[in-house]
């Protein structure tokens, strides 16, 4: 069996690490896969495994190193993309910010699907942008959305529906916070033994439940408890 965990856009999964057994006891219809994957992605993992970052706390360095506020950074991410880092829309942008290639390469943007990278990248343009306007968020988001030779050419937000939605949606998820998910990025340049020792120790650490005690039994068989 394998069990396999992907972080997005990253070359790092599970499936390099584990393979096992191709059968686990029928004794639950709880999926190993997705006891592993919901303790992946539990609050407390990105507190104590090294190759773990949580989302939440990439988005609090991003916000301190650009300048930007935590709030805005996350509002942006949730009406960009919903948090999916595999988001790709019409025109082409990427990730969760929705990196246009263009700017993806004016910003240095080699791993526009990597969470860190792409979330990084939207925060330092975002940060451009606002610079730009003097801290005009209005501005800054619009030029976000539609560029900024549009904004300079209305002086303002245009009027265009999907710009005007588009500021208007983000401050107010703004007002009431974004739901930034419980979900932990791993880092692309984590070497295959940092993440084995990872997951041991996170499999040393997992609830004694009905669910993870599936998955307990499975690993168990694979020797890796």
């Given amino acids: 069996m394998k069990i396999s965990v992907v972080s997005p856009g990253t070359g790092v999964t599970y499936e390099e690490v584990i393979d096992g057994p191709s059968a686990v006891s029928n004794s639950s219809s709880v999926s190993s896969s997705d006891a592993f994957i919901k303790a992946l992605n539990t609050s407390t993992v990105a507190d104590k495994l090294s190759t773990v970052t949580s989302y939440k706390d990439i988005f609090i360095e991003a916000s301190q190193k650009y300048g930007v506020s935590y709030d805005l950074l996350t509002a942006m991410a949730q009406q960009e993309s919903g948090f999916n880092p595999d988001a790709v829309s019409h025109t082409g942008a990427m990730g969760i910010m929705q990196i246009m290639p263009a700017t993806a390469a004016e910003l240095g943007l080699d791993h526009p699907f990597d969470v860190y990278e792409n979330i990084m990248a939207g925060a330092d343009y975002i940060s451009q942008k606002l610079e730009q306007y003097d801290g005009d968020v209005d501005k800054a988001l619009a030029a976000y959305n539609a560029g900024s030779s549009v904004v300079d050419m209305f002086n303002g937000v245009p ?67």
Avoid at 186 to 213: G, N
């Fill in 159 to 225: 009027p265009y529906e999907e710009t005007q939605n588009y500021v208007k949606n983000i401050k107010a998820i703004m007002k009431r916070g974004a739901d930034v998910p419980i979900a932990n990025y791993i880092s692309k340049d984590a070497s295959k033994e940092q993440v084995e020792a990872d997951l041991k120790q996170l499999l040393e650490q997992l609830p004694e439940t009905e669910e993870y005690d599936t998955l307990r039994k499975t690993l168990a068989e694979m020797k890796y408890l």
